[in-house]
Every structure is written in structure tokens, then in C-alpha cells.
């Protein structure tokens, strides 16, 4: 018998999520789109991810006892990493206990504030801005008051161009193929970004003529989509995009409806599949000033990497596919209301779902797909070589969830009629495979291994759901990097996009990160055949 959701709601934001009982707090402030910092990833020793646990009383850990007094721990107040939801709760997390460098641009800044010097309106309260980031499958939006830093409002839906391909070359090979596709694939993209700021200044009471700058980071192929610049020379030798660093353009020339006299800022591109939406990361998080070397991982449909040793910085794209967005994946979809986000094994298999208490699941998003994927090789259930295989040492319940579908393949149920078939694990595969033989490569041209990695941030929609011990356990992440370097950030595209609102200095310091940078192109690289290969293969 399944477990049924319990209601937790976080403030002072008054954001509430529905979480399987045994959920850990972090998990569930993830799930409400608050990130907390665990500089000791999660080992409950640093005491950075401190919250007060308004309602139910609680019973402290050890790790609790550790790092709080008696009158905080009669308080309730408790390390977010170390203890689990129970039941219906209220839990206070403080503006300290976010991740600095993220959440800061959420609740406060010290980022210098100057508005761009061009008169564009009188009144700099009234000024707003909106980021975007174009990710291949999903495009998500923020409408921002620099002024005073305020998030107005946030959406996010599917990128429309999927209907033509749910990968980037299917994409740049549609916009060669006539005349007007280059045209239909931009006005698609621009269309979605209009509606989505209607939607934004209705939410936030907003006039769209108060509008006066929209910053865009994307991957290089949705970035040239976005400006109808074509990008066929992405899709052929030596792989170069039309232009490098940043791209600024009136509003007015693409029709996007904000005042008539806004202009658009589109991020930096580093060089060949590796593009705003990694400068803009690389932003966000402050790349060159942590400590060295450090790992930036971009989880998506391209996965782009940046390895940075003594302030030497090299970036290189590999093509993981849509498999961790939902795509390609026979129950797939994004991390939405219905999607099952997350799947434990216990005598039977759990699922939480987002949406409302008890809600019903419609299908299974990427951050699921890693946690089951990492569940079945546990369980016997997966083997090394990814096939799917009846265990004799799994729990019986879980054992008889083996069945063989109708296309006569082996397949696992994991609730009602949401399956994990032997064709899903094959993309799990070919997703993990890309990004790890990337990372092997690039940890060899810098001449480190991946133990001497100090820090791993690991970016994208599903960046903020998965374990540490699952990527590691399905292979993509070596299993040799320490869990307290890996810290998990979410969507820092959109981040490093709403931070070049803030200044000209941090639009600046982006197209510095874009210039220093070194570009691999790993599809020319001698390696990649052999390291993808044997990346394929699963952890023993």
C-alpha cells in the first residue's frame, strides 16, 4: 500500500508542497523552489541549512544536538539535511540558510545597483525587467523590479519548437530546409515568450509598457532561433556559431510586446554548442572565485560542462538528449503538476508527486527517472549493462512490478500505468553515458582526476531534485567525488539572467567569463567514442 502525501508549507514565503512522509526538509524546500545551502553536502556537520520547524514538535538528531543550544533546540530548530517530514508541518527557513550566490538575488543583493543610463523612464520604480531562459524543451520566465530587486512573478511552459524536434539538430536542420522555417521556428519561440509576459504582468498587476529590458539565456541553438540568425554552421564541421559573445537588439525589431523603446540582452556564447545559458550560469554562481578546481555541470538536453583549474577555464557541450527532461521516455513528461519527481524502494515502490495531496500521477519527470534508475540497480532489478532483469533479491513486491509488456520486452510498473520499459533505460544510458565520457574528457585535459575536484555544481530544471548518492550510483557522477563538494543549484541560467538586469558590471563580468574560456569540441575529440562507451555501462 502506498504512503499518502502530507502538506508542508514553507514561509515567510508561504510556499506549500505535498512530500511522502520520510521526505527530508531539503528535499521538500526543493520541491517549493527554495534552495538551501549544504556546504558539507548534507552530512549534517556545517550547520549552514538551519530552519525552525514551526509545526509539529520534533525530536532532534544527534547532528541537532551537535550544532544548535537547548533553547534552540526547544525551539525546533533543525538542521534541514538531517531531519525528515513526517506528517503536516510549517517550516521557517531563513534568509541565512539559503544558498548564497542563488537565493541572495531572490531575497537581497549586494550587488551594486545602476540602471542603465539611458532615460528610458523617469520613474526607476516603475522600471521592470524581465529574464528568460530558452532551454530546449522548457522556457521559464521572471519579471523583476531592479530598482529594488523585487520578483514580481515566474512562469515557465514548453518550449513550442519541440513540435518540430525534441533535440537541437533536428531543429537547425528544419530551419535549412525552406525558406521560411527559420522565420516559423523564431516566431514560434517569440510568440510563447509574449504570452508568457502577459501572463507575468498579469500575475503581478504590471504594465507590459513598463517593460524595459528582457535579458535571454539559452544554449547557442536557441539563442540563434530566438534572433533568426541561421544556425546551420552548428550543424556541420567545425561546428561554429554566427557570433560570439553578447548580442543586444530593440525590442521592437523581434515584436516582443514590452515598451516600444526596451531592448533585449542576449548572454554571451562561448563557442560552439556552449552558449548563454552557461555564461550566464557560470555568472550565478561566481565561477572563478570558488575554490579551484571546480566543476559546473548543465543537466539538460545539451549537457554543457565547465571545468576551471587556477583560473584556466575550459567548457565543452555534449549532446545527453531530452531523456532527463521527459522526452523520449514512454511515461516521460516535465517537472510539473502530476509528474512523479522522486521514487523510493521500501518493502514496495513510494512515489511522490507534485500537485496537491494524494494527487495522481500522470507521468515522470527526469529527477524520478535518476532515482529509480539508481532504485533498480540496487535492487538487482537493472544490471550493469542496463538490461532489465527478474531479482531474487529484491523485496517480493517490488520483484513482481517486473513484467513483460505488450511489446514483448521486460518493463517496471511503477504506479498504475506509469512504466520504466527497456527502451527508458537505454535513454538513461545514452543521457549518462554523454555527460560522464564529457567529464572524463575534460578532467584529462586539465591533468586532474576527479578526486581533486573541490566543488561540483550541478545546474538545470532537475538540478534541485536528484541525490548525490544516485547520480554517483547510476554513473553521472564518478563515484570518487566527496558528497559534501556537490552542491545541486537548479535553474542557474535563469538566475545569471536575472542578475545582468541588476548592473551593467554583471553583464559585463559574463561576457569576461565568455571570452577567457577555452572551448573543447568533443565530438572531434579522439576519446569520446571509447570514453562514451564505457560510460554506457552502469556502476557494479
Not at 459 to 465: D, E
Request: aromatic letters at 4%; one cysteine or more.
Amino acid at each position: 500500500m502506498s504512503q499518502q502525501q502530507v502538506k508542508v508549507t514553507f514561509q515567510p514565503r508561504g510556499r506549500t508542497v505535498y512530500v511522502l512522509p520520510g521526505t527530508k526538509i531539503i528535499e521538500a524546500a526543493a520541491i517549493a523552489g527554495i534552495i538551501i545551502n549544504t556546504p558539507c553536502g548534507g552530512a549534517g556537520s556545517c550547520g549552514k541549512c538551519r530552519v525552525r520547524v514551526i509545526s509539529p514538535k520534533s525530536t532532534p538528531t544527534k547532528a541537532d544536538e551537535k550544532i544548535f543550544s537547548k533553547d534552540e533546540l526547544n525551539k525546533n530548530w533543525r538542521l534541514a539535511c538531517q531531519n525528515q517530514i513526517v506528517g503536516d508541518a510549517v517550516i521557517k527557513v531563513p534568509e541565512s540558510s539559503l544558498l548564497p550566490g542563488l537565493n541572495k538575488i531572490v531575497v537581497d543583493s549586494n550587488i551594486l545597483q545602476k540602471i542603465i543610463p539611458d532615460k528610458r523612464c523617469a520613474n526607476a520604480a516603475k522600471r521592470f525587467g524581465v529574464a528568460v531562459d530558452i532551454g530546449t524543451t522548457t522556457i521559464a520566465a521572471l519579471l523583476v523590479n531592479p530598482h529594488n530587486n523585487e520578483e514580481i512573478a515566474v512562469t515557465g511552459d514548453i518550449n513550442p519548437q519541440i513540435s518540430i524536434g525534441d533535440d537541437v539538430i533536428s531543429r537547425i536542420k528544419h530551419a535549412a530546409s525552406g525558406p521560411r522555417a527559420l522565420a516559423e521556428l523564431q516566431k514560434m519561440v517569440i510568440r510563447q515568450i509574449n504570452a508568457m509576459i502577459s501572463g507575468l504582468c498579469e500575475q503581478g498587476s504590471v504594465d507590459k509598457n513598463d517593460i524595459y529590458e528582457i535579458t535571454i539565456a539559452g544554449n547557442t541553438t536557441m539563442e540563434h532561433l530566438f534572433c533568426g540568425i541561421d544556425p546551420s554552421p552548428l550543424g556541420q564541421l567545425p561546428f561554429e556559431s554566427a557570433w560570439r559573445g553578447a548580442n543586444v537588439i530593440n525590442a521592437s525589431e523581434l515584436k516582443l510586446q514590452i515598451n516600444p523603446k526596451g531592448i533585449v540582452y542576449v548572454f554571451p556564447i562561448i563557442g560552439g554548442f556552449v552558449g548563454g545559458d552557461i555564461s550566464a550560469g557560470m555568472l550565478a554562481i561566481d565561477q572563478l572565485n570558488q575554490t579551484q578546481p571546480s566543476l559546473f555541470i548543465d543537466v539538460g538536453t545539451n549537457g554543457e560542462i565547465v571545468l576551471v583549474k587556477d583560473k584556466k577555464k575550459l567548457a565543452a557541450s555534449t549532446a545527453a538528449g531530452p531523456a532527463f527532461e521527459g522526452a523520449r521516455i514512454s511515461c516521460g513528461m516535465r517537472a510539473a503538476k502530476g509528474a512523479i519527481w522522486k521514487v523510493t524502494f521500501g518493502d514496495d515502490c513510494d512515489c511522490s508527486v507534485i500537485g496537491r495531496r494524494n494527487a495522481k500521477p500522470i507521468g515522470i519527470c527526469g529527477s524520478a527517472l535518476i532515482n529509480i534508475t539508481a532504485e533498480l540497480l540496487k535492487a538487482g532489478i537493472v544490471d550493469s549493462t542496463g538490461r532489465i532483469v527478474r531479482s531474487s533479491k529484491a523485496p517480493p513486491k517490488i520483484a513482481q512490478r517486473v513484467i513483460i509488456d505488450k511489446n514483448n520486452q521486460p518493463a517496471f510498473v511503477v504506479k498504475g500505468r506509469i512504466k520504466i520499459t527497456q527502451k527508458d533505460i537505454r535513454q538513461i544510458q545514452l543521457a549518462v553515458g554523454a555527460i560522464r565520457a564529457g567529464i572524463n574528457i575534460m578532467l584529462k585535459k586539465a591533468g586532474i582526476k576527479s578526486a581533486d575536484l573541490k566543488r561540483v555544481y550541478i545546474a538545470g530544471g532537475l538540478g534541485i531534485f536528484i541525490s548525490r548518492e544516485n547520480a554517483q550510483r547510476i554513473g553521472l557522477l564518478p563515484a570518487d567525488i566527496n558528497h559534501e563538494r556537490i552542491t545541486f543549484i537548479g535553474n542557474s541560467s535563469l538566475v545569471g539572467a536575472r542578475l545582468a538586469l541588476r548592473s551593467i558590471e554583471e553583464k559585463e563580468k559574463a561576457e569576461n567569463l565568455a571570452r577567457q574560456t577555452r572551448h573543447i569540441e568533443l565530438s572531434v575529440d579522439s576519446d569520446f567514442q571509447n570514453e562514451f562507451a564505457n560510460a554506457m555501462i552502469f556502476p557494479s
